[in-house]
Nanobody
Framework: QVQLVESGGGSVQAGGSLRLSCAAS????????TGWFRQAPGQEREFVAA????????TYADSVTGRFTISRDNVKNTVYLQMNSLKPEDTAVYYC???????????????????WGQGTQVTVSS
């Protein structure tokens, strides 16, 4: 099990940018797939992006492809989500999640992840 702490959320106008961070602690983070999800009020938690342990593979939801970039720094035990060209519909609480996996796989369902952070609020105004 790893402990995950998100940071970097805030309020921004449409078209702006934010970078979220997910810092991991606890057991070694080796071989963990890490994902970002988001949940808007009254809606289900939805997949945003995921990245392999090595950082060589990544996948994105269609709604954020071309605008968001996921990356990781394994020396710092941190995964990032760079969000550009933000839209009001990106407003949500953003969660970091991790799943131990020896091999890369596209994990886009909430139930596929074992460890979760507490979330960070992102608000985009028009």
């Amino acid at each position: 099990q790893v402990q995950l702490v998100e940071s970097g959320g805030g309020s921004v106008q449409a078209g702006g940018s934010l970078r979220l961070s997910c810092a991991a602690s606890g057991r070694t983070w080796r071989s963990y797939i890490t994902g970002w999800f988001r949940q808007a009020p009254g809606q289900e938690r939805e997949f945003v992006a995921a990245i392999s342990w090595t950082g060589s593979s990544a996948t994105y939801a269609d709604s954020v492809t071309g605008r968001f970039t996921i990356s990781r720094d394994n020396v710092k035990n941190t995964v990032y989500l760079q969000m550009n060209s933000l839209k009001p519909e990106d407003t949500a609480v953003y969660y970091c999640a991790a799943r131990y996996s020896a091999n890369w796989a596209v994990l886009s369902a909430v139930g596929q992840y074992d460890d979760w952070g507490q979330g960070t609020q992102v608000t985009v105004s028009s």
